[in-house]
């Protein structure tokens, strides 16, 4: 089991930067591959980014590529979100989520490789 909580949401004006935390417990941090997702009111959750066990590889979505970064800290069994340049649009609550076994390169978009959720923390964005 993994229990993951999320922090450091807020209200930010567009233009400005958040860093989302997200500390895990339980099963080993370091052997899981971790992801963050959003979702916006009346939308589906979607993939935002994610990161690979040893931290090597990444992935992000095209509506975040190059303003935001995944990052993770297995010392700390902590993932982060940095995110830079933050529009109107990026408003959601946003999750993390963990992945029991190997992170699939042709799908690391898709929820149903991620097996651990956490509970959310919301990110408002105001023009």
């Known amino acids: 089991q993994v229990q993951l909580v999320e922090s450091g949401g807020g209200l930010v004006q567009a233009g400005g930067s958040l860093r989302l935390s997200c500390a895990a417990s339980?099963?080993?941090?370091?052997?899981?591959?971790m992801g963050w997702f959003r979702q916006a009111p009346g939308k589906e959750r979607e993939f935002v980014a994610a990161?690979?066990?040893?931290?090597?590889?990444?992935y992000y979505a095209d509506s975040v590529k190059g303003r935001f970064t995944i990052s993770r800290d297995n010392a700390k069994n902590t993932v982060y979100l940095q995110m830079n340049s933050l529009k109107p649009e990026d408003t959601a609550v946003y999750y993390c989520?963990?992945?029991?076994?190997?992170?699939?390169?042709?799908?690391?978009?898709?929820?149903?490789?991620?097996?651990?959720w956490g509970q959310g923390t919301q990110v408002t964005v105001s023009s």
């Open positions: 339980g099963r080993t941090f370091s052997s899981a591959a």
């Open positions: 989520a963990a992945a029991a076994g190997p992170l699939p390169s042709a799908r690391y978009w898709s929820e149903s490789v991620y097996n651990y």
């Open positions: 990161i690979r066990r040893s931290g090597g590889i990444t």
